[in-house]
């Protein structure tokens, strides 16, 4: 299995620009996260689908952030506009049940928002 | 006042020596607990959970939970110059996962 699939693995923008951030999960997985890490922060929870439905979303900081899952195999992060506060890396995580107990993490996105 | 604290280190122990890594956390219907390993650049990886009180035991790894003092911890015993890593403890209240900022460890040959 080749394990949770982020792509970019890292994203220098600018100020204002469009990001979208891709995840391919474990095949199988009915659970999928998007965590945001930071040093200041930690790792904090943005949303997480279950069945490839939005079951709460209650991290994602404002309206510039945007997830979508439209099956079971892909999902998306968007950041409209970007800023340079949302400089981080971003997870993504899958998991086969639906209470995420036992989570496998993807390698992450690099983002750099000059 | 955050929803997971840890210590964030960073803690040094010699190689041999057990290492133990606290957490706790502020809802008290949280329902299950996990620690993760993450290497330096990498990803987070599950190596522990517990969901009772008392003691679990992986290899040399041991997860304490107690919820009455809303406290759990990680014991590693026979420590290695590969453990050096950041441990993350994380929460499930069974709304929200909820990650501590990671305490650094540091293994010293």
């Known amino acids: 299995d080749a394990g949770v699939i982020q792509s970019p693995r890292h994203e220098v923008t600018e100020m204002g620009q469009e990001v979208t951030l891709r995840c391919k999960p474990i095949?199988?997985?009915?659970?999928l996260f998007w965590y945001r890490q930071t040093m200041m922060r930690g790792l904090e929870l943005l949303i997480y689908f279950n069945n490839n439905v939005p079951i709460d979303d209650s991290g994602m900081p404002e309206d510039r952030f945007s997830a979508k899952m439209p099956n079971a195999s892909f999902s998306t992060l968007k950041i409209q506009p970007s800023e340079p506060r949302d400089s981080a890396v971003y997870f993504c995580?899958?998991?086969?049940?639906?209470?995420?107990?036992?989570?496998?993490f993807g390698p992450g996105t690099r983002l750099l928002v000059l | 006042q955050k929803e997971v604290e840890q210590n964030s280190g960073p803690l040094s122990v010699p190689e041999g020596a057990i290492a133990s890594l606290n957490c706790t956390y502020s809802?008290?219907?949280?329902?299950?607990f996990f620690w993760y390993r993450q290497y330096s650049g990498k990803s987070p990886e599950l190596i522990m959970s517990?969901?009772?009180?008392g003691d679990k035991e992986d290899g040399r790894f041991t997860a304490q939970l107690n919820k009455a003092s809303q406290y759990v911890s990680l014991l590693i015993r026979d420590s290695q110059p590969s453990d050096s890593a950041t441990y993350l403890c994380a929460v499930n209240t069974g709304n929200q996962f909820y990650f501590g900022t990671g305490t650094s460890l540091t293994v010293i040959p």
């Open positions: 995580a899958s998991s086969f049940d639906a209470t995420g107990e036992t989570q496998y």
């Open positions: 809802d008290r219907v949280s329902q299950s």
């Open positions: 517990i969901y009772s009180n």
């Open positions: 095949s199988g997985h009915n659970s």
